[in-house]
C-alpha cells in the first residue's frame, strides 16, 4: 500500500514535467521560483537523506555533493547552494536528476518492500510523500511564472489544464458566534503547525459562498482600485508603486483587452473564473473598496463546511503563527514549519494546482503578503 | 484644562530635547531614526493641519512649504520628504523649527481660548496630544540612537534618566482557561485600533511575574544562543548573520567586560535590569532556548491586572491585525493605524520612556520584528 | 611668510562657512558631499596628524578619537568613519571643531615660529595648506549641494559670491602639430600627479577660445540632447535614464522658464554665463551633437596660454594615469594621488571657487564621469 | 571566398558548443556570462538584422520577436531582454536557435552565391564576421565560468582545449625614445576603434618578453599582496575587500596546494604558465609591488614585433578612449565600439580563446578594470 502510494505520487511530479523542454528545467527568474529539476532532485534528496541513508542498511549514497545543490533549507542537514543561484546551475543536468530519481525510487522501493518499517520511519515516510505533493503545486505555479515571463508565452499544454468547479453566486453564509474548535484532530496526516486542536471564541459574520471572479476584479481596476491608496495597506501601496502594479499577475491589457496567460497560453480573462494570481495586499485593498474584509482563518475553518473550496488558495487576514501548545519536532524535521512563523499570512483551502488527497480544511499554507505566483485568490467576509 | 494639558504636553516634548546641542537634532542615522528637529515640527505641523487650519477662522499658516518638510505618512495630505531623506536637510533650522512650535502654540491657546470646541475637534485634539506623546517616546529613542552609535559616547545627561522599577523574579502566575474580553472599553481616550471589545478564547497559562533580566539574557549569550539556528525564525537568522548580530543594541563587548550605552554614558550592564533593545527575533529566540514562549497579547493583556509593567514594551507573539468590528476614520486621520496592520508584530505595556499619563493595558504598540531601538523587553509564558 | 600663508589659508576656510547656520554644518545628503564641519576638522587633523605629532616635540594630541572621525582615506594612519556615515556624526559639534582649529592652530603658529622647519617638513606643509586649498573648494561645492537640495532654497549670500570673467565668443584658436612637453617643471609647490615633465605628440587641433554658454547649452537642451541616445557613451545613456537627466545639476524649469539654484539664490538661468554643474557624461554628449570633441589634457595644457581659463573646470576627455616616470612618494603622503588613477577623468583649469594662488596650467584634477557637483564645464576642441 | 569564410567562421562557433550539456546552454551566473545559446542566436541575429533584412531581397525573417531576445546593445534597432535577464529565458529552445542558424545560414549562402555583393555590404558582412569571432572567444569565457562556478566542477573536454606557447623567461627589452606610430594601416579588416594612424611619442623604456607566470603570481600571494592595501587603486582595495580576493579566478587552495578550474577539469596550477584571469586592479597591484608598471598601449604596440604574444589578453595602463580623429560609423554600426570610450581599460594582443585568424597587433580590446573572466595576463615594463 504504501509502496503503491510511494510509486503514484512520485509519478506524478514526473508527469507534471512531461511537456517540458530541457531548457525549462534549468531557469530560476525570481527567487521565489526553482527550476523545476531542482524541485524534482529536492524531493529525491528529501527520501535519500531522512528515510533511507538513516534507515536502510548499506544504502549507498548516489553523490555526496548532491546534499549541497538539492537541500533548501534545512540547517541542520549542512551547507546548501544558496537559493538565488539555483538557476545558476546548468549540472547536474535533467538526465542526471531523472537518474538520481530512478536510483533513489529503486532503493525506496526495495526499502519499503522490507519486513518492517518502524513507526517513525513511516511517520517520515508520510511526511516526505506530502512534502513531493507540495512540491508538485510549486512545479506548477513555478512553471508557469517560467514561461509566463518568456516573451513568446510558450504554452504548457493545449488540453485543458485544470478543472475549475466555480459557479458565480453573490450569496452569503451566516455563522452565529461562539467557542469553536479548530486544528487537526483526524487519524490521518497533518503537518504539525495543524496540531494542537483549540478553542476560539467568534462573533458573528458571513462569508462569501464563493471566491471573487475575474468580473467582480475587474471592476475593482476600473474604478481605479489600483491608484487610490485608501484600499491598500502603506506597505501594499510601496509595493503599488514600486511595481507600477495595475492587474493581477499574468494579465496582460493588449489591443484594448484584458488577456492573461494561463498554461494554456495568452487568452481572453474569463469574467466568470475565481480572480488568481493577487497577492495578500491585493486581496485586502479588493475587500477594503467591497466594504468588506478577509476571513480570519478560525473563521474561515469554522465555515468551511458551508461552502465549496479548492479552486483558488484564499488568503485570510491571519498571520502565520503558532498554535497554543506547538511544538517543534526533534531534529531537522523540527525545521519544516516553525522557523517560518513570522512576516507571513494564511491562506486556507486548495487550489487546482493541488495535487489530488492533498487537502484538508485544517491546512494551512503561508507566503508573504507580495506573493503572487501561487494559485491565490479572496473570499470575502462581512 | 485642555490649554494646560496641551501645554504641558508640549512643553514635556521640548525638555527632553533640552539638553541637545543643535547639531544632535539634524542628524538620521537609519531610516528608522528620525532627526530631534523633525519631530518637534512634524508634531506641530499635526496640529496646524489638522486643527487650525481647518477650524481656526482667520489662521494663517506659518509656512506652507512645510507641509512638505513636516508630513510624515499622510498621503491624503500631499507630498513629503521621503523618510531616509529627512536627514539631509539642515533647514528649517532647529531656531525655525521652535519658532514655528511658538506661533503654532499661540494660536492653539487663542484657539482653545475661544468659546466653544465642537466634539469632533476636542477627539482631533486629543489625538494630537496622544501623537506628540508617542513621539516623545520616540525622541527618547532616536536620541540614543544618535549619541549611542556616536564614536565619542556622548553623555545625554549626568543625571538619572528614567526610573526603573524592576524587582528581579522568577515567580509565575497562573491563569485559567476561558472566554475573557479584550480591547477598551472605558471613557478615556484610546487609538481606533483598541476599540472594539471582543471575546477571545484562551487556554490555561503562565505567565512571568516580571520581564527577563540582563543576568537572564547573558546566560543565552554564553551560552550560544546567537550561534544556534535552532532557537531561531529562518527570518531572524538570517537577521543575526547579516548583522554578526551577538548581543542586545547597545552592548559592546569591551576589555573582557559586557558595558552597554545608555543616555547616562557607557556603563558596566547592569544585571538586575530588564533586557533592553532587543528585537522580535530576539525575544523569540530566548524564549526558545528557556523551553518556553512568548505571550500573546490577549494573554497579555488578560494577565495584566496581575503583575507590573511599564518598564519595558514587551513583544509579544501576535500580529499586528484588526480587531474583529475595526473601522478606519474617515480622512487623513483614518490613515493612523489601520495600514499598518501587516508584517508587524505587537508590543504590550509600555517602557521608561513612555511619557506619564500615556499608557494603558489595552494599547497595542507595534513594529517590525528586526526593530531594536525601542525599550524593548521579553515576558515568558509557560 | 610660512606662518602669515597659514594663517591666511586657514581663515578663508572659515570665511566660506561664516554664512553658515550650525545645522548646515553637518548634514551629508550623498557619499561625495561631506559635511562642512568634517571639511574644518579633516583639514586640521592633517595638520595635527603629519606635521605636529611626529615633528613638534612635547606636542599634545587635542582628541586621540579624533583620528577615527577626521581621518579621510589614508590606510596607513589607521580605522576611519565609512565615508557615508560622515553625516550620521552629530558630534564632535561645530563648536568643538572650531576649538580644535584654535588649538592646531595655536600649536602650529608655535611650531612655524620654531628656529628651523626641516625641508622635509617645510614639503609636507606646503601640502597641507595646498590640501587645504583644495577643501575650500570641496567647501562651496558641498554647500551648494546641500542648500541646493533643500526644499526651502536657502540662500547662501545676499552679495555677488563668484566673479565670472567670461565674455561670450565663438572663436577657435589654431595649433600646430609638434612634439610639445607637458608637466610640471617650475620651482613652486605642484602635486606629485604633475611631475615627470615629458614629450607628447599631438596633431593639428583647433580649440575654442571661450568655455560653452548656458545659451549654446540651452539649444541642446532644446534640439532633444537628453531624448537622443546617439550623442551619449553607453554608461551616460544608463545614467540619463536612471535619473531621468534633462539638465544640469540645480536647473528647474519652473513656470515656463529654467531657473537655477545658485549661492545667491534661485534665478533665471544667465544666458552668458559658462554652462554649470555637467558631468563628463553631458559635456561629451555635447561635443558630439555639435558635432566637436573634448580636448585631451595634453591638448589643453598646451594651448593654455592662448586662451582665458578658470571659471569652470573644463572636462577633457584624457582618464586620469600616471604621467611617464610617476613615481608615488612614501609613507601615507603616497596615498595622495596615485591610488585614484583609475575609472576617473582628468578636468583641467580651475573654477570660481578655487581659492587664489590654488591654479596652474599643469594641475590634473579627477572625478569619476558621473559628477555634476564640481563647478565643471565645456571647452569644444575641433 | 566570402563564403567558404562565412560558412567556416559559423560552423566554428558551433564546434566550440558540441561538449555541451543542453542545459549548460541557458544559465547566465553573472550579468557578464550570456548562455551559449544567447551568443548563438544573437551573432545570427546581427546577420539577419544588417545584411538579409535590408539587402536581401524577398528575405522573410525567422521570428519577429527573436529581436527581442537577441539584440544586444543596439539602441537603434529597438527594445531588448534586459541584459541581466537572459538567463531567465527557457525558449527559444537550443533546437530552436540552431533551427535559427541553419535558416538564416541558408539564406545567407543564397545571398552570398547572388552575382555581386556591395561594398558596402561586404563590409558589414566582414563586419559580422570579426562579431562572431569576437563571440567565440566569449563562448570560452562564459562557458568556462558557467562550468567552473558549478559544485560539481563539469569537464568541458578531455582533450587539451588550448595550446600554450610559453617558455619562462626574465628577459627585457629595450626601446628607444622617439616618435613612433600607431593604429591600423593595413588593407585587411580592423575594428573602427584601430583607425587613425598617429604618431606617439615615447620615452626609453623596457618591456618584458614573456607575460608574468603562474610561478611569479604565486610568489605576490604568498608575500601578502592581497592583504597590502599599499600595491593596490583605491579601488581595487575596496573590491579586494569585498569579495575577500585572495587569488585569481579559479583558484581553489584545497589541502595546502593551489588548484585552478580549467576546461580540462580542476588541476594543480601549473607554475610554467602565464598567470590567468586576473583583473586590471590584479594585474596592476603585481606591478607595483615588482617596483615595475604596465606598459601603455602604445608602447606594447611599438614593441610587439620584438616579443610573443598571444597567449594572454595583456592589460595596459591605457584607458579606452577615442584616438585622434576617430569617427563613429552612421548608423546602429556606429554603436559597435565608440559608445564605450569610458571607464574600461585596454588589453592588448590575443589569448589562447582567440580564434585564428582574428588578432592584430593593432587590435584594441577592453573591459571594465574589475573584470577576470577574460583570459588575461601581465606583461611587465620597467
Not at 328 to 339: C, D, P, S, T, V
Request: one cysteine or more.
Amino acid at each position: 500500500m504504501l509502496l503503491q502510494q510511494y510509486s503514484s505520487i512520485r509519478r506524478h511530479s514526473e508527469t507534471i514535467c512531461k511537456p517540458l523542454e530541457i531548457e525549462d528545467y534549468v531557469v530560476q527568474p525570481i527567487a521565489d521560483v526553482s527550476p523545476p529539476k531542482w524541485h524534482l532532485g529536492h524531493t529525491t534528496w528529501f527520501f535519500e537523506t531522512f528515510i533511507l541513508k538513516p534507515n536502510f542498511k548499506g544504502y549507498e549514497e548516489y553523490n555526496p555533493k548532491y546534499n549541497f545543490v538539492f537541500n533548501s533549507y534545512y540547517e541542520s542537514v549542512g551547507a546548501r547552494v544558496v537559493r538565488t543561484d539555483r538557476g545558476n546551475l546548468s549540472r547536474p543536468s535533467v538526465t542526471d536528476v531523472y537518474r538520481y530519481r530512478a536510483y533513489v525510487d529503486e532503493q525506496m522501493e526495495a526499502f519499503l518492500q522490507s519486513d518492517s518499517i518502524a513507526d517513525d520511519v513511516a511517520a517520515l515516510l508520510e511526511l516526505g510523500l506530502n512534502h513531493e505533493q507540495q512540491h508538485q503545486e510549486l512545479l506548477y505555479s513555478d512553471i508557469k511564472y517560467i514561461l509566463g515571463h518568456n516573451p513568446l508565452f510558450p504554452v504548457y499544454s493545449t488540453n485543458n489544464v485544470f478543472n475549475e468547479s466555480i459557479t458565480p453566486s453573490t450569496d452569503f453564509i451566516d455563522v452565529q458566534r461562539g467557542v469553536y474548535q479548530i486544528g487537526y484532530n483526524g487519524n490521518g496526516f497533518c503537518f504539525d503547525n495543524e496540531l494542537g486542536r483549540h478553542n476560539v471564541y467568534l462573533d458573528d459574520f458571513e462569508i462569501a459562498a464563493n471566491p471573487v471572479t475575474n468580473a467582480e476584479y475587474l471592476l475593482f481596476i476600473k474604478d481605479g482600485g489600483y491608484t487610490n491608496f485608501r484600499h491598500w495597506h502603506s506597505e501594499g501601496w510601496d509595493w503599488v508603486r514600486q511595481n507600477a502594479a495595475q492587474a493581477p499577475l499574468y494579465w496582460h491589457f493588449i489591443d484594448g483587452m484584458w488577456m492573461h496567460y494561463t498554461l494554456n497560453g495568452l487568452h481572453e480573462v474569463d469574467p466568470n473564473s475565481a480572480v488568481c494570481h493577487i497577492n495578500f495586499y491585493e486581496a485586502s485593498a479588493f475587500a477594503s473598496w467591497k466594504g468588506m474584509r478577509l476571513p480570519t482563518e478560525a473563521e474561515w475553518e469554522v465555515a468551511s463546511g458551508l461552502f465549496n473550496w479548492g479552486d483558488r488558495w484564499e488568503w485570510t487576514n491571519s498571520a502565520y503563527l503558532a498554535y497554543p501548545g506547538f511544538k517543534k519536532e526533534a531534529g531537522a524535521i523540527g525545521e519544516y514549519n516553525g522557523k517560518f512563523m513570522v512576516s507571513q499570512m494564511v491562506l486556507r483551502g486548495a487550489s487546482v494546482a493541488t495535487p489530488p488527497g492533498h487537502s484538508r480544511n485544517t491546512y494551512r499554507n503561508f507566503f508573504h503578503p507580495r506573493h503572487q505566483w501561487q494559485f491565490t485568490g479572496i473570499r470575502l467576509v462581512k
